[in-house]
């Protein structure tokens, strides 16, 4: 028989959580195996994307100087509100933004997961790549003890496992922490590209005064053709990431393909002139979690913890992934160092990590947004009648027409409710109100 591979504690999956997660454990001088199935860390993962530095620096107080391999810095961001052939801005610039490091800064994944995993190892956590985790190795009482791998001889035990598998929550349903798979009301998918422009022609397209500028733009209405979704345009260094989602039930009911979906947006009238000349060189599709606080499995159980998107901590409307998983991955691996210290690895003593996370912006973001999907749900219509509105009331509003002003301003209170009823405006406006505030 094999001696037994033993580690102090195992984390499954080198995305920000998981990364996050064998950071705090190495840092805290424990024994960590981290587990990814990607060539590399990164190599499976994309996203937007934007990365905020707050939650990075809690993990990595000295990051900044470790060279982290950032795109742009967000100078510039905002919403687009687009109709079929319009748009309407509401964009902030300021010199707040300007500070080094920033708040926020574009990022591709498949450098910076490598980079930050690297930075794992630097510190003492064992990573190995090319490998699955399969199922949990239970002990006869059915506590988590370990983890099967799909390699020949690949079970690895540990006192606690850290599930920071992403999206595709395969593993946590496994280890009893989630009931069943999630219906398409609540997964949203995202096909984006990266698409490669000279970094000059970049700074001119978007007003951009050099690579220490960069603009990050959330786009709703007829970018997703006016359903529940959103498009994206973030700018990289020699490259802009474009992208656009909706949920996966969206697609399935109005018989959309989410290639076509993007195409069309990349040829919307107001878009297109900004990738002109471009190549495409990235090109993918990933889920992206809505299912919000009332529907997060449980976060522990006997000797496991689930951080991050398997988790359903995603906050879409403010675009927050990533800051949410590393807080999240932070957390588990405090808890699990507290556990060793206690020798205590209970499901009892874990749940303090959902106590921890209570009191961040990571539950309390949740919990505040937790109606949003059944807003979206109960008003479709609210994308298409309402930036719709809002780009015909600009034209009307900035158009001489040679009517006097006050007739003017009358005509377009008149076209909101030719679209919508009072009674009609009155609800959407106190749905979104209890969306956004819990
Ligand atoms: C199109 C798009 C745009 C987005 N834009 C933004 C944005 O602008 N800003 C932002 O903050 N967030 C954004 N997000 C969300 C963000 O990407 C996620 O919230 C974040 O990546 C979650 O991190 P994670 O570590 O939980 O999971 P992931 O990043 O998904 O990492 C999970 C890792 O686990 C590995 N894995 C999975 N199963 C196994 C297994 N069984 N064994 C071994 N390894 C396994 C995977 O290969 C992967 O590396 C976006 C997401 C998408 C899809």
Not at 93 to 118: C, I, M, N, V
């Amino acid at each position: 028989m094999p001696e037994k591979l033993m580690y102090d504690a195992i984390v499954v999956g080198a995305g920000p959580a998981g990364i996050s997660a064998a950071i705090v454990l190495a840092r805290g001088g424990l024994k960590v195996m981290l587990i990814e199935r990607g060539r590399f860390a990164g190599a499976k993962n994309f996203f937007g994307g934007v990365l905020y530095t707050h939650a990075l620096a809690d993990v990595l107080p000295d990051y900044w100087d470790r060279k982290p391999p950032f795109e742009r810095p967000v100078t510039e961001q905002g919403y687009w509100l687009m109709s079929p052939d319009g748009v309407v801005r509401i964009m902030h610039k300021s010199q707040h933004y300007q500070k080094e490091p920033a708040d926020a800064y574009t990022a591709l994944r498949s450098g910076f997961d490598s980079w930050f995993a690297q930075q794992a190892v630097s510190l003492g956590a064992l990573l190995i790549t090319k490998t699955t985790v399969v199922d949990a190795i239970r002990d006869e009482k059915g506590r988590v003890i370990g983890v099967r791998t799909d390699r020949p001889d690949g079970d690895i035990y540990a006192p606690i496992v850290i599930v920071s598998e992403g999206v595709n929550n395969l593993l946590t349903q496994k280890m009893g922490l989630m009931k069943a798979d999630l219906p398409p009301r609540l997964i949203a998918l995202s096909v984006k590209e990266y698409i490669g422009l000279p970094s000059k022609e970049i700074e001119t397209r978007f007003n951009l005064s050099g690579a220490k500028e960069g603009l990050a733009i959330d786009i709703f209405g007829d970018a997703t053709l006016g359903l529940p979704g959103t498009a994206f345009l973030y700018t990289d260094k020699q490259g802009i990431s474009i992208g656009v989602g909706l949920l996966l039930e969206e697609f399935v009911q109005h018989r959309l393909k989410p290639y076509e979906v993007l195409a069309r947006f990349k040829n919307h009238p107001v878009i297109k002139p900004y990738l002109a000349g471009g190549e495409t060189l990235e090109y993918g599709a990933h889920l992206i979690p809505e299912f919000g606080y009332d529907r997060m499995p449980d976060l522990a159980a006997d000797g496991v913890l689930v951080a991050g998107d398997a988790a359903g901590m995603v906050d879409a409307l403010h675009r927050e992934g990533t800051n949410l998983a590393m807080t999240a991955g932070r957390l588990a691996g405090e808890t699990a160092l507290a556990a060793h210290k206690q020798n205590d690895f209970s499901a009892g003593f874990l749940r303090a990590y959902r106590r921890d996370l209570e009191s961040t912006f990571v539950l309390k973001d949740l919990k505040q947004y937790r109606r949003m999907t059944d807003f979206l749900d109960s008003t479709p219509h609210f994308m298409s009648t309402y930036v719709n509105y809002a780009n015909e009331a600009a034209l009307r509003y900035f158009s001489a027409h040679g009517l006097p002003k006050r007739d003017m301003e009358d005509n377009i209170v008149k076209m909101l409710f030719q679209r919508r009823s009072f009674f009609g405006v009155a609800r959407d406006m106190l749905k979104l109100f209890q969306g956004m505030r819990g």
